[in-house]
């Protein structure tokens, strides 16, 4: 092996690596180690003069081999693989030791951290003279996308993608797209009727010639990678044929099986074949299957009856699967709100009174169960209480995070009281009041102007007293405790992710943050990315947000699940898993330990003879590294990491330096 | 006065430093429920004030720490997960530390270390309450019966003794008593501050009863001992169990089977010890829903949300001045509204103050206080 000729540029990161690491002691060591040609610092290795200094000495020094000195590669092996690229130098070359988080941060002493700075770039430089160039390869994309979850997430991405050209499909669970904001009365800050901004997207989903709706659908297996995903989709049996039903609802008069109107929070009732509201996507019916008697009991078909010249309804539809291919994919899930029966001194499921922020939607919408009439058992409340923050920066309950958009809504709540009961003594009990967004604190300030009482600090218990109920809280201005009789109290709900989600998350390979939203790729620089190359993240499903900002990354994921679509061309990992065929002995050990299935056993040709080995799939394989560390006999290396390359690693940082 | 590093290592150990100050804290406290405006006490101001101040210079102007009857209320509500009655137990030991103690307390602290009791009174006299009765000691059988002290001496409290041996004979289950050898259980001792006291009879007790090879099972009458031997005794090797949870049990494998009736409406008030602390709703209202021909109704504020008697965290030895009105009597009051004839209790501490209550209101005519142990053992 002809020897390297090797740079070593040590960064100083500011002061964060220079004030805690002697950085001349590590250049003067690094130019003595074997190999190196030229050892340099730098204030910033990964500023634009810093990677010119790397330009220039692999031209001027004719250096083949890089060692960065610096941070975490997780950030910047990629600048500093580009800047190799650029100097025409193969961009594997390269091997970066971390002294910031491993040094310079972690330890108090400025000689503990120099020391283990130098065995850290020893090791590195040990490690780079055996690195060898690796070839990038790219593959073709299908240039399709897929969106699942169909709230205004979905709808705003699948409309993005569709507009640019790429076909599209959106995926939903349940009958109709339109997600929570459907069920929404006014908008805070602008009190836009939901609705009424909602149905027009919903209906150029419908309408849109690129865009292939799969309502009543659940993706259950994704398969493939970046710009070749293979998914399957289930299709629920909606037992009417959403392309021939005209939602004429003849029907639904004939269905003597009442069920929960969920889209009414549960605050009505519908039957078993119904539209889940009058606005749908796709408008058409459907039954559902847990509460039809002929489904359940096998008699009935009433309603096929009804529907004779159509001949919409197909009662005995099976549910089936097909498989799609899609080059990328947009998770929108959206969330769930919290269940308040987990917060049980706050008497919801005990008093009938007690509702949460979604009920409370309902039934103030002009669509709700009281045609928009604020009644609480069929009489207009005279005290109403309001509480922040339930199952929302609570411990107790595992959520430690704020929801971000309850501050705002009970503030749009209490306008909607005033607007409806100008009487009405209006509470509203709080933590802190969080108007972040653009108009909240003025909406805030119009919402106090109205005669609403904010009292700071919260509702420890909620009992009966005599025909009222008690809200009992602290003031903490006040420093006293406070009892407020109400006859209505709205429990501002916080929100949880999509329970369907977890399960598709792991189908995707999908990370969770310690909140359980799906964790993005960088919480500042990758924000829609995901650690799943061509997974994209839109809407609640990654955290709480209000529409506005739900819209914002709607967009910008849709944005960058189009750029494989466009460039048509996807690179695949470079660093994967290698064979030798000679050491394989064929025991499949590698084909169990690769999550990926990116490795079979196969014929393969040896010289002229051929043999059984394990052959990786180099498109599938993520460089994992599972493979290569069950394979007893050796065979399977991963490139960049083979056994030899960390045995000559531990061996460097074993020496006294 | 402590030093700054000490001061953030006791504040960190009570994690403070992240409360929001929301008060829920202080609005589910019993005790800021019973105290005036003007004299109020509030946990969540002690936790600011805690935290703005050395814990020891605050422990000395702070007479009404002895005002908390460490329900767990407080503990139990906090979203941050903030335990405050933990402070309160800590500024008590800074007090006991010092020796700065009203003299009650500072009695029932001499007791523990002279008698192993808190009462004041010989340990001969443990053996009143099952005068005439034939036991086995405990080291001869599976199920230790663990009275405590206040059942052991109180003449009310007796009574709920004998019934607990009643049941158990009637079930035929092999059990023992440690008779006058039994020693306090240090629950009320460590909620006082005395955590030297609580050490030295978590040892004596661990040793005990760990000496008893036969012993597997201890079944506590109170929910206070319960709550201790479960919580704060690492080296137990029995299983210990409230009577109600050893009860249900019974009764769900058909060993126990109330047969007589017992005509009346009873509401069960839910002891803070075995509901807010250790979450036992379900075993109790279990027991009482079993007898045939019961009237069983809830209070408006049950399981979570139940009231507190003032009966705990040393509160039975020392009385709050200016209280408005006893929680206790605020019990009885809604429960004579309900129509209640029996308010059934599961602990001790709860049969004595709602007892006092219904005698201090003149309703002994109207409602009576009585043992779930007591209502079953007329039923079997
Ligand atoms: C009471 C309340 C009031 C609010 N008021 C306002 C307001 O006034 N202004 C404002 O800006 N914001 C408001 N918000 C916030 C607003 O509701 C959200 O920002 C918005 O709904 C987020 O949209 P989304 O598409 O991300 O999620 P969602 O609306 O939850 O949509 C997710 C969709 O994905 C589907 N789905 C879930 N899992 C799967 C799966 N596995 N497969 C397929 N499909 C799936 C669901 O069925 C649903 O259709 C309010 C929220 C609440 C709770
Ligand atoms: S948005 Fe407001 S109400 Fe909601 S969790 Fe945050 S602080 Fe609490
Ligand atoms: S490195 Fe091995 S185990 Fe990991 S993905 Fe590639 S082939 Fe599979
Ligand atoms: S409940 Fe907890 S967070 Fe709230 S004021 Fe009390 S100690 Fe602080
Ligand atoms: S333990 Fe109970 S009495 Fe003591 S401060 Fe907490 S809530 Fe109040």
């Known amino acids: 092996m002809a020897s390297k000729r090797i740079g070593v540029y040590i960064c100083h990161c500011g002061v964060n690596i220079a004030q805690n690491v002697r950085i001349d002691d590590l250049r003067a060591f690094a130019a003595g180690l074997p190999g190196v040609r030229v050892a340099q610092n730098y204030m910033y290795m990964c500023s634009e003069p810093g990677q010119e200094m790397i330009r220039k000495d692999i031209a001027e020094n004719r250096l083949d081999r890089i060692v960065v000195v610096a941070c975490s590669p997780r950030m910047h092996e990629p600048t500093f693989r580009n800047a190799m690229k650029s100097a025409g130098l193969n961009p594997y070359c390269l091997e970066m030791a971390n002294i910031r988080e491993q040094c310079a941060w972690v330890h108090k002493d400025a000689d503990v951290a120099t020391a283990k700075a130098k065995s850290l770039l020893a090791a590195a430089v040990t490690k780079v003279s055996l690195l060898e160039p690796l ?3 790219e593959v073709p994309v299908t240039k399709t996308a897929m969106v699942i979850g169909g709230g205004i997430a979905g709808i705003q991405a699948a409309l993005d993608i569709a507009d640019s050209g790429f076909k599209t499909y959106l995926v939903e669970k349940d009958a109709s797209i339109g ?15 939901s609705a009424c901004i909602l149905t027009p997207k919903m209906a150029d989903i419908k ?45 639904a008069k004939y269905c003597a099986i009442a069920i929960k109107d969920s889209f009414n929070a549960g605050l009505s009732k519908l039957q078993a074949l119904h539209i889940p509201f009058p606005q749908a996507i796709p408008a058409a019916y459907v039954i559902d299957p847990l509460a039809c008697r002929y489904t359940r009991e096998g008699t009935c078909r009433q309603c096929e009856q009804v529907c004779k010249d159509l001949n919409a309804i197909n009662l005995d539809m099976q549910e089936h699967s097909i498989e799609l ?55 207009k409340p005279k005290e109403v209480v309001f509480i922040q923050c339930v199952g929302s920066r609570d411990k107790t309950v595992g959520n430690e995070y704020c929801s971000r958009v309850c501050c705002m809504y009970t503030a749009k709540h209490a306008h909607l009281v005033r607007e409806k009961l100008p009487d009405a003594k209006i509470t509203i009990f709080y933590i802190d009041v969080r108007a972040f967004g653009k108009g909240y604190e003025e909406f805030y300030d119009r919402v106090k102007g109205e005669e609403v009482y904010y009292r700071r600090g919260n509702v420890s218990e909620v009992y009966r007293k005599g025909d009222k109920l008690i809200c009992r809280g602290e003031d903490t201005l006040l420093g006293q405790a406070l009892e407020v009789p109400a006859d209505l109290v709205v429990l501002a709900v916080g929100l949880e992710p ?19 939203f799906f964790l993005e790729g960088h919480p500042k620089l990758r924000p829609v990315e995901t650690g799943s190359d061509g997974v994209f993240l839109a809407g609640c499903c990654q955290g709480p947000k209000d529409i506005p900002d739900t819209v914002a990354q709607a967009g910008a994921a849709a944005a960058k699940a189009i750029i494989p679509l466009a460039q048509g061309m996807v690179k695949t990992e470079t660093m994967v898993a290698r064979v030798r065929a000679e050491a394989c002995r064929a025991c499949g050990y590698c084909v169990d330990a690769c999550p990926y299935d990116a490795i079979a056993l196969g014929e393969v040709r040896l010289g002229r003879a051929t043999k059984t ?15 290569s560390a069950v394979c007893l006999s050796g065979a399977i290396q991963q490139s960049g990491f083979t056994d030899d390359q960390l045995l000559a690693v531990i061996g460097a940082i074993g020496k006294e330096y | 006065m402590q030093d700054a590093y000490e001061r953030c290592v006791y504040l960190e150990r009570l994690g403070l430093f992240g409360c929001v100050q929301c008060g829920k804290c202080t609005a589910g406290c019993p005790i800021n429920y019973v105290t005036t405006q003007e004299e109020p006490f509030n946990i969540r101001r002690l936790v600011y004030d805690v935290l703005n101040a050395p814990g020891e210079e605050l422990a000395s102007e702070k007479h009404f720490l002895w005002q908390c009857t460490t329900c767990g209320t407080c503990s ?55 005068k005439g009765l034939e036991l086995k000691d405990a080291s001869e059988a599976e199920l230790c019966l663990y009275v405590g002290c206040t059942p052991a001496f109180d003449s009310r409290l007796q009574k709920l003794a004998r019934s607990a041996v009643a049941i158990l004979q009637k079930l035929g289950i092999d059990f023992g008593i440690f008779g006058t050898e039994e020693i306090c259980c240090g629950n009320e001792i460590r909620r006082l501050g005395d955590t030297w006291s609580f050490d030295a009879l978590r040892e004596a007790n661990t040793e005990l009863f760990n000496g008893c090879e036969n012993i597997r099972q201890v079944m506590t009458l109170s929910p206070h001992c319960w709550n201790t031997f479960r919580n704060e005794y690492p080296g137990l090797k029995a299983e210990v169990l409230h009577y109600s949870i050893f009860l249900a049990r019974q009764l769900a494998s058909g060993a126990l089977k109330p047969a007589k009736e017992f005509a009346k409406r009873v509401v069960y008030h839910d002891p803070c010890f075995l509901g807010k602390q ?39 030895w020392i009385e709050i001045e200016h209280a408005p009105e006893r929680l206790a009597n605020i019990r009885v009051r809604d429960a004579v509204e309900m129509g209640a004839d029996v308010i059934a209790v599961a602990c001790p501490f709860c049969l004595l103050t709602l007892e006092d209550a219904v005698k201090a209101m003149d309703l002994e005519g109207k409602v009576q206080v009585m043992d779930i142990l007591e209502i079953i053992n007329t039923t079997i």
């Open chain 1, 135 to 137: 070839e990038e390869r």
């Open chain 1, 179 to 193: 997600g929570h904001m459907m069920q929404l009365d006014k908008t805070f800050p602008t009190l836009d009727c």
């Open chain 1, 207 to 251: 309408n849109h010639p690129n865009i292939e709706l799969l309502a009543y659908s659940e993706v259950t297996d994704v398969k493939g990678f970046v710009g070749n995903f293979k998914v399957t989709v289930k299709r629920k049996p909606r037992y009417i044929d959403e392309n021939i039903c005209n939602a004429c609802g003849s029907c």
């Open chain 1, 325 to 379: 291919d899609v080059g990328t994919m947009i998770m929108a899930t959206g969330f769930e709100p919290f269940d308040a029966n987990r917060k049980p001194e706050l008497g919801y499921g005990r008093y009938e009174n007690v509702i949460t922020g979604m009920e409370f939607e309902r039934i103030v919408s002009a669509s709700g169960p009281n045609q928009g009439q604020l009644l609480i058992n069929g009489k």
């Open chain 1, 498 to 516: 999509s329970p369907g989600a977890r399960e598709l998350g792991q189908l995707l390979k999908l990370s969770k943050s310690p909140d359980g």
């Open chain 1, 613 to 627: 080995a394990a052959v990786v799939n180099e498109v599938l394989c993520k460089s994992c590294g599972a493979c």
């Open chain 2, 76 to 130: 139990l509500r906090c979203p941050k997960d903030i335990k405050p009655r933990d402070v309160v137990m800590n500024l008590r030991s800074i007090l006991v530390e010092d020796g700065t103690l009203p003299p009650a307390i500072r009695d029932v602290l001499k007791s523990i270390s002279i008698n192993y009791n808190p009462w004041s009174l010989g340990k001969e006299k443990r053996a009143e309450w099952y």
């Open chain 2, 278 to 316: 250790n979450e036992i709703y379900d075993e109790p209202r279990a027991l009482l829903k079993s007898i045939p021909g019961i009237d069983f109704v809830e209070f408006d504020r049950n399981r979570e949300n139940s009231l507190c008697c003032e009966g705990g965290g040393g509160r039975m």
